[in-house]
């Protein structure tokens, strides 16, 4: 595609999502919101990714979904090469195309986006009517989301915790890609906005687990991440790379796991805080309210196979129903 071609799709499609995502009102504090969570989703619909995207479109239709978080390893098993890349087509336009579906997907880069062009799914966000990733790391406040309820942190997890992983480095150089970040300063932007924010829920999203009962708790995030949340009252960390559903609770933070966007089998067990643990395909699904958010993990045959309902403020613990 020629440059001046991909400029008028930016144009029209950049003016197609102006008109469609226009910032929706925002929702009395009181009133509930409902949204979807997956992560490690791209096979170009094989393996359960179609099964999963076709339950979580009826139940977003259901809840009133109002946004999807993507969790990361957004595209199996390198990425995509550019914003023209077939693979946005094979495995998000044509996959997710249920009408509850077409609404914002705020997106988290995983280790397998970093494999190929990170930078191009950040520009699919000027292209696309959904697609929402403005930068590796960002926040989206409550008048984007359309609830006073809620901000949400997007982070970028692979430069923290893959820095020292060889077998990573060693992929990421293969394919040309390899990239350096500043850490430090990814931290400090999130100690900062977190400071900032004075929703009564906020909700952090990466890939990378903090604590985990599959590939094991990132001892990078139990350092640099984990204390800014309990300090700022941060209630629930959604993440994937775990390709299972995990609910563990440690100190006031809730972390939820939602890495099976396509494929299970991932050996998943309890650890201390699990809640719920199961290796099987699936998303979550949520309902926020002023002081309660209601998780809920169905499978890829549509069933409820978890519930719990959290606290605002972290006191007591979850209520939870397997």
């Known amino acids: 595609m020629s440059r001046s071609s991909l400029g008028r799709r930016a ?21 509930a919101i409902a949204f979807v969570a997956l992560g490690d989703w791209g096979r170009r619909g094989k393996r359960s990714q179609r099964q999963v995207a076709q339950v979580m479109g009826v139940t977003a239709r259901d809840l009133a979904s109002r946004f999807v978080l993507s969790a990361g390893d957004n595209f199996y098993p390198a990425g995509v090469k550019s914003v023209d890349d077939p693979h946005w087509r094979a495995s998000f336009e044509d996959v997710y195309d249920a009408p509850a579906l077409q609404t914002p997907w705020y997106a988290a880069l995983g280790n397998h986006d970093y494999r190929g062009a990170v930078q191009a799914q950040i520009d ?21 989301l359309g609830s006073s309820l809620l901000d949400l942190f997007v982070i970028d997890t692979a430069p923290l915790v893959d820095g020292g992983n060889y077998d990573e480095m060693l992929q990421q150089m293969a394919r040309g890609h390899r990239e350096r970040h500043d850490d430090a300063q990814q931290i400090a932007w999130l100690e900062r906005e977190l400071s900032r924010s004075r929703a009564p829920w906020k909700i952090v999203m990466g890939h990378h687990p903090i604590y985990s009962g599959g590939h094991g708790d990132s001892p990078e995030l139990v350092e640099k991440v984990a204390p800014l949340l309990e300090a700022h009252g941060v209630q629930a960390y959604v993440n994937g790379h775990d390709h299972s559903l995990q609910h563990i609770r440690r100190g006031r933070v809730d972390y939820i ?29 949520f309902r926020l309210e002023a002081e309660t958010l209601d998780l809920e993990f169905r499978d890829l045959e549509g069933q409820a196979v978890y519930r719990a309902r959290l606290p605002r403020e972290g006191a007591g613990g979850a209520r939870a129903n397997a």
């Open 124 to 144: 699919y966000t000027a292209l696309s009517s959904r697609w929402r990733m403005p930068s590796r790391y960002f926040k989206i406040g409550g008048e984007a």
């Open 11 to 31: 144009l029209l499609q950049g003016l197609a999502a102006s008109t469609v995502f226009a910032a929706p009102a925002v929702a009395d504090e009181r009133e």
């Open 257 to 285: 796991c939602t890495g099976s966007g396509a494929d299970a089998g991932d050996k998943v067990e309890a650890v201390a805080g699990t809640r719920f643990c199961l290796s099987r395909p699936g998303f979550a699904a």
